[in-house]
């Protein structure tokens, strides 16, 4: 480097540094101008030397405040209340016309039969059933039982009847001595209807004997009289 070029390149940058800073403040200060013109604008201008009079107190009409206009009260009314239109009435259907009714008189049926047609449907259901025992024996068999005990349940159902349990014997032996065997054979038989659960109120027991056979002249035919037999009646009133 020569001598002398160092300082000639400081002036130079010297110099532009100058100019950088004088066109700086050229334009600051033309900011600052347009400011202060634009404030000179906006504030208010001085009043001017005109002197006006000022009015005097007593120049001024004193003009008294409208006085408030009272407004009248609103008529209100109460609206009525509105009644709901009544529904109407259901319509009723035309009453039917009056029927003639005819009136039949019915008798009412008696179920339970009279006393008489009871103890003549007893007497009926008896006829022809006899128990039977062996020669000399007042002792009845299972088959005899069976019969006594439909016999039992049939007068029960009819309680206004009465039952004679007859005793019978065959011709043999004295006749003493088959009366006390035809009592015992109607008495045995009382007592297996009470055994069976038979209410025996309604039985009479009676012994015959040999008196009233139903096979005569015959002895093959004995043992159709050794037998109990029922004859069914009519129960005596009380009192009578």
């Not at 066109?23 to 347009?34: E, N, P, Q, S, Y």
């Not at 088959?143 to 206004?160: F, S």
């Not at 088959?178 to 109120?201: F, M, Q, V």
Request: aromatic residues 4%; proline residues 11%; contains cysteine.
């Amino acid at each position: 480097m020569r001598p002398g070029g160092f300082g000639s390149i400081a002036s130079v940058v010297f110099a532009r540094q100058a100019g950088v800073c004088a066109v700086a403040l050229a334009g600051f200060a033309l900011i600052g101008v347009t400011a202060s013109a634009g404030l000179n604008a906006v504030a208010p201008q001085p009043a001017t030397s005109l002197s006006v009079k000022a009015p005097k107190v007593t120049d001024i009409a004193l003009i008294s405040a409208p006085q408030p206009l009272a407004m009248p009260a609103p008529d209100v009314q109460t609206p009525a209340p509105i009644a709901a239109p009544a529904a109407p009435a259901p319509k009723q259907p035309p009453a039917p016309a009056p029927q003639q009714v005819t009136v039949i008189a019915v008798t009412p049926t008696i179920t339970q039969p009279s006393i008489e047609s009871c103890v003549t449907q007893l007497a009926a259901f008896v006829e022809g059933k006899s128990l039977h025992f062996p020669t000399a024996s007042a002792a009845l068999t299972p088959d005899e039982t069976e019969v006594l005990k439909l016999i039992g349940t049939q007068a029960q159902a009819c309680p206004e009847a009465l039952v004679q349990i007859e005793g019978h014997t065959d011709s043999v032996g004295p006749d003493a001595l088959n009366l006390k065997l035809s009592w015992k054979r109607a008495e045995n038989t009382l007592a297996a209807l009470k055994a069976l659960g038979i209410e025996t109120r309604q039985f009479e027991p009676v012994g015959y004997g040999a008196r009233a056979p139903l096979a005569q002249g015959d002895a093959s035919e004995d043992h159709l009289n050794r037998r109990v037999a029922f004859t069914v009646l009519k129960r005596p009133e009380p009192g009578t």
